[in-house]
């Protein structure tokens, strides 16, 4: 059964391996790695990064206050050095499973979490470096401006708002379009569980290739109210009526014009087939055909979301045969 899932997988992603040690324990961390080959055309195109870096170190919570959290066996100073990095630390179980939480600092024993994690102690966590813009989106179009350069959009969390960013020609680092002036302190990056706009300009096609380890656990995913881009946890294998978590996130309704919908993209930068959960059947259905459940229909990407009331965040889950990865 392993072997058969793995080749699946392969076939689906495309098969790399991948191993990682830590330096507290030399330990080693393996797991199924691929690749995945996004086209981005001229327009506005939407792209979940599915595909993670390897895990650094994972363990057990021994010590939890507010957003300060321990495992005392670790050393993390030893193991989160590059001061250049966005690190990431996200609980396996209990009832906060799959939520992550940027790491703003690190010592012997613990870490600090942007924000109380709630996780408990006896969780089961791990920790991995998140995308940065430089290392995804470096094939990208540079430019001195981002009047020429392409643009990517990265979700604030807020209202359905973004934070812009170009790739400056000479010094190679993305830049705020805000503050074109100057490299920030070190690259930007983003937590994974958000979806990016790539706006193209006038290049012509590009075939991003984005490469990393599958994450064989599901991700909590926050939903603005408003318009958000959220990251499809699965690279492959989910669709749309799948017991996934997407439908319990959202607001359900009789029709369109009250309940949340999804929009999946569909081929041309810009085009999107748009869903909403029907009251009574549980299920998404076409705002085009609301009279029957949609056909099964692969999200291995990105969705973008039009929350219709307050924020939320919900658990995006992976296909049950990502166990046996």
Same mark, same amino acid.
């Given at each position: ?5 793995l080749k699946k997988a392969a076939v689906f992603a495309g098969s ?16 199924? %790695? ?24 994972? %363990? ?9 959290? +321990? ?21 396996? $179980?209990?009832? !906060? ?71 400056? !020609? ?10 074109? %002036?100057? $490299? ?19 290049? +012509? ?20 109210? %408003? ?59 076409s705002t085009t055909s609301p009279g029957a459940d949609a056909d ?10 039009e929350r219709k009331g307050d924020d939320t965040a919900g658990l ?10």
């Amino acid at each position: 059964m392993k072997a058969t899932t793995l080749k699946k997988a392969a076939v689906f992603a495309g098969s790399l391996s991948f191993l990682a040690g830590s330096a507290f324990s030399q330990q080693a961390f393996s797991g199924v %790695g691929g690749y995945r080959t996004v086209n981005i055309d001229n327009g506005f195109n939407l792209v979940g990064v599915n595909l993670h870096n390897p895990v650094l170190v994972s %363990g057990a919570i021994d010590t939890e206050t507010d957003a300060d959290v +321990g495992d005392s066996t670790v050393d993390y100073t030893t193991i989160l050095t590059d001061a250049d990095a966005t690190y990431v630390f996200e609980v396996l $179980d209990g009832a !906060q499973a799959g939520a992550i939480a940027e790491i703003t600092a690190a010592a012997n024993g613990s870490v600090t979490v942007d924000g109380a994690i709630g996780a408990g102690v006896g969780s089961a966590y791990s920790i991995r470096q998140a995308p940065s813009l430089n290392d995804t989106f470096g094939d990208l179009a540079p430019g001195f401006t981002a009047v020429t350069a392409d643009v990517v959009y990265v979700p604030t969390g807020v209202g359905g708002g973004y934070d812009t960013y170009f790739q400056h !020609q000479l010094s190679g680092q993305f830049r705020p379009t805000t503050a074109p %002036g100057a $490299d920030p302190a070190k690259p930007v990056s983003w937590l994974y569980s958000d979806g990016v706009l790539v706006e193209r300009k006038t290049e +012509g096609p590009l075939a991003l290739v984005i490469t990393g380890m599958v994450k064989t656990t599901g991700t909590i995913v926050n939903v603005p109210s %408003g318009f958000g881009a959220v990251a499809v946890s699965a690279p492959v294998g989910s669709e749309l009526n799948d017991e996934n978590g997407l439908k319990a996130t959202i607001n359900p309704g009789f029709t369109a014009v009250t309940a949340d919908v999804v929009y999946v993209p569909a081929g041309a930068p810009g085009a999107y087939d748009t869903y909403f959960v029907h009251q009574l059947s549980g299920n998404f259905r076409s705002t085009t055909s609301p009279g029957a459940d949609a056909d099964p229909l692969p999200i291995n990407n990105a969705v973008l979301v039009e929350r219709k009331g307050d924020d939320t965040a919900g658990l995006l889950g992976v296909p049950a045969f990502y166990e046996n990865l």
